[in-house]
């Protein structure tokens, strides 16, 4: 990896990389999809969050579907506009892609937690290991139907996984995604431990109703 303190003659393409991969990253696809569509704000419903898991609370699996699509997307374009002047500045490319997803300017820092742009990202980076980080999101999700209990684990593994299917420098920002996966979703591990979690496919309004003998 190159000395970002360094010449800024020699680095100032991986700034200006990170920013670019930022800006793709910012765009809150979900919001504005789920506003266009008549929906109203995406983050006044379930966890308030602006990814694919919570527009699918609004009951409009399409729409759930194309924010996926298009998260995963921003990502893999940030990753492959990097890959044009090597691996290094992919990976700075990338990271600047999370980070946007995870904290838009235009948002005040309140983004998703970055989960579809990750898989994106890791798509021109490492296929193979993307594909299996889905695989495992996929089993994980089907088995106990927690979105972000299938992404913790999906990403976990990931710096693991990349050790065998990629090398290490997708290995170390395997470990990148993976802290941020974790920080973005301890509100969910406290609310899986507190039985309180939402889960796929429940709308807004039955992931609001108080469980079985609880008073609303």
């Not at 765009?27 to 527009?55: C, E, H, M, Q």
Request: with cysteine.
């Amino acid at each position: 990896m190159p000395d970002l303190l360094g010449d800024f003659s020699h680095t100032w393409q991986f700034w200006v990389l990170g920013a670019v991969g930022y800006l793709l990253g910012s765009i809150p696809f979900g919001l504005l999809i789920a506003w266009i569509a008549g929906l109203g704000d995406v983050r006044k419903i379930g966890s308030g969050n602006i990814g694919a898991t919570n527009v699918l609370r609004t009951g409009r699996k399409d729409l759930a579907a194309l924010t996926l699509a298009l998260d995963a997307g921003k990502g893999a374009v940030a990753a492959l506009v990097g890959l044009r002047y090597g691996p290094d500045a992919m990976v700075f490319a990338a990271s600047g892609a999370m980070l946007g997803h995870i904290a838009p300017i235009w948002l005040k820092g309140r983004g998703g937690k970055g989960v579809a742009t990750a898989f994106g990202v890791l798509i021109p980076m490492a296929w193979q290991l993307a594909a299996a980080c889905a695989a495992i999101w996929l089993i994980v999700a089907v088995v106990t139907r927690y979105s972000s209990l299938a992404a913790l684990i999906a990403f976990i593994a990931a710096p693991g996984l990349a050790k065998v299917l990629a090398d290490q420098q997708v290995a170390e920002f395997g470990l990148f995604l993976a802290v941020v996966i974790m920080f973005k979703h301890i509100p969910n591990l406290g609310r899986i431990f507190k039985g309180e979690e939402s889960r796929i496919g429940e709308t807004a309004q039955a992931a609001d109703k108080p469980p079985p003998g609880r008073n609303a």
